[in-house]
């Protein structure tokens, strides 16, 4: 007899368990389907943001942060630090303990919404009356029907063509948060978020770290001044960044990876490296799914085809997250599972891309919201900027970080704000303010009028909104 649900959910990432909890809240019998198991087996909710992604590389962008502030930056502070040294495994070890804890909440989570979790792999299997019929392979095989489904399976790293992912020379995101001693020399394919948080890591402990990047930009979809800002600090870190090249042979052996390469100048070049990190994007996840089984249509990448709603090509199924169009952001997927959930409940869910916060944790971090000035360029349309360096901002001197600066755009004529850009300490805190603004459609009057708390970082904020107009008051 299968188990009878108002919503299934296929995936219990940041979309799917978020969009699970917000249907249960809303009166709903729900069931998620999840397939994600820790080293010993045990279901690990919280797909590839909280296994091999967002948490992980977060919990070592700070273990990694605090060595090099040790090693480099307590003396200024007149802290006399010797012998500092690193313990990989008890690095690797805690993040290990941070994932585990992640994954227990949710679990917690969805059995205090009372949503049934079901482990193991969701995949349709025929269309029935009033919905669908959804089978789990796992531990026990079980069939459920559900009225209405949420597809959120998430993305998969992509590999280079000829050049699959072995996890121990050629790593995705997953082999290069599990690398257990620290390689002499790193090499990375892509300098994307993931290339540039995990080159920082392990550059920090000591890793002589190349970047190779085929586009002749560094950080193309980050606004150009700020992108050229970051450029600067992290190659006077120590990261190696080669920019307009094309990879060629990849060999990999068990003494390391020899990488051939072409650089902007056409000449032929080879990286040997003990390890070599792939980040070229990500892919849709639909692999097992059985979409055929149903029709529900995919596109050319294996995306899932939905609306601006998030519907589907059938009626009474969803799509949300990684494996449907826009942003691969935890966030967005996190909105789009609350939005889909209400709008099943015949509310009026919503989410705004317009609003939607990048940030790549490096340090320093770069985070925006909105168009950059060369988006603006390219539309056409008449705009206001106004920047404020931290090495003005007294909060950031006080901190040793002065680094980078905030950045705001506005419209030339209503001066409502298109775009907020930051580089520099605790972006991804500082970047918040301006989503919010942002939202309410402010203007950088607004914010520049708002009284910011002194000494903070924030006051950068405030002060790049004044500078739209010319009128700061510490610079």
Not at 13 to 40: F, H, T
Not at 84 to 107: E, F, L, W
Not at 267 to 273: F, G, S
Not at 332 to 360: M, Y
Request: aromatic share 6%; hydrophobic share 45%; glycine share 12%.
């Amino acid at each position: 007899m299968s188990k009878q649900f108002d919503v299934i959910v296929i995936g219990g990432g940041p979309g799917g368990y978020i969009g699970a909890i917000r249907a249960a809240q809303l009166g709903m019998s729900v069931a998620c389907i999840d397939e994600w198991k820790n080293s010993k087996g045990a279901a690990a909710l919280g797909g590839t943001c909280t296994n091999i992604g967002c948490i992980p590389s977060k919990a070592l962008l700070q273990s990694s942060e605090y060595f090099e502030h040790a090693n480099k930056h307590f003396a200024e502070h007149g802290i006399t630090a010797t012998g500092v040294s690193m313990d990989v495994a008890k690095m690797v070890a805690r993040k290990d303990t941070v994932v585990k804890q992640n994954n227990d909440g949710i679990q917690y989570l969805l059995k205090k919404n009372k949503v049934s979790f079901f482990h193991g792999r969701g995949s349709f299997v025929k269309a029935v009356d009033g919905g669908y019929e959804i089978k789990v392979a796992g531990m026990a095989e079980e069939t459920l029907v559900g009225k209405q489904i949420i597809v959120a399976t998430g993305s998969n790293a992509r590999a280079l063509p000829g050049t699959p992912f072995d996890e121990e020379m050629i790593l995705s995101n997953d082999g290069a948060l599990r690398i257990g001693v620290v390689p002499k020399r790193l090499g990375l394919i892509g300098s994307g978020v993931i290339g540039l948080e995990m080159g920082s890591v392990w550059r920090r402990l000591g890793s002589d770290v190349t970047i190779l990047e085929g586009l002749p930009t560094f950080l193309g979809a980050v606004d150009e001044q700020i992108a050229k800002e970051a450029y600067k600090a992290f190659v006077k870190q120590g990261l190696k960044v080669e920019l307009g090249v094309k990879v060629g042979e990849i060999k990999a052996g068990k003494k390391g990876v020899s990488v051939a390469w072409t650089n902007a100048k056409g000449e032929a070049q080879t990286l040997d490296v003990d390890k070599l990190i792939v980040s070229i994007g990500r892919i849709p996840n639909t692999i097992g799914l059985n979409a055929e089984a149903v029709g529900l249509k995919l596109d050319e990448r294996g995306a899932v085809v939905v609306d601006d709603e998030c519907r589907a090509s059938l009626p009474g199924v969803w799509a949300v997250g990684d494996v449907v169009r826009g942003p691969m952001l935890a966030h967005k997927a996190e909105e789009e599972g609350v939005a889909v959930a209400e709008r099943i409940a015949g509310q009026h869910g919503h989410v705004n891309f317009n609003t939607i916060p990048w940030v790549i944790y490096t340090s320093p971090e770069i985070a925006w919201v909105g168009q950059t000035e060369q988006q603006l360029k390219a539309a056409g349309r008449a705009y206001k900027a106004g920047t404020f360096p931290f090495s003005a901002n007294g909060r950031a001197r006080a901190l040793g970080d002065t680094t980078g600066m905030v950045k705001m755009l506005a419209d030339a004529t209503t001066d409502e704000i298109l775009g907020v850009h930051i580089v520099g300490p605790m972006a991804s805190e500082l970047i918040a303010e301006c989503v919010v603004a942002m939202e309410f459609r402010a203007s950088s009057e607004d914010i520049a009028r708002i009284c910011h708390a002194h000494p903070s970082l924030s006051e950068a904020t405030k002060e790049a909104a004044l500078a739209v107009e010319k009128r700061t008051l510490n610079l």
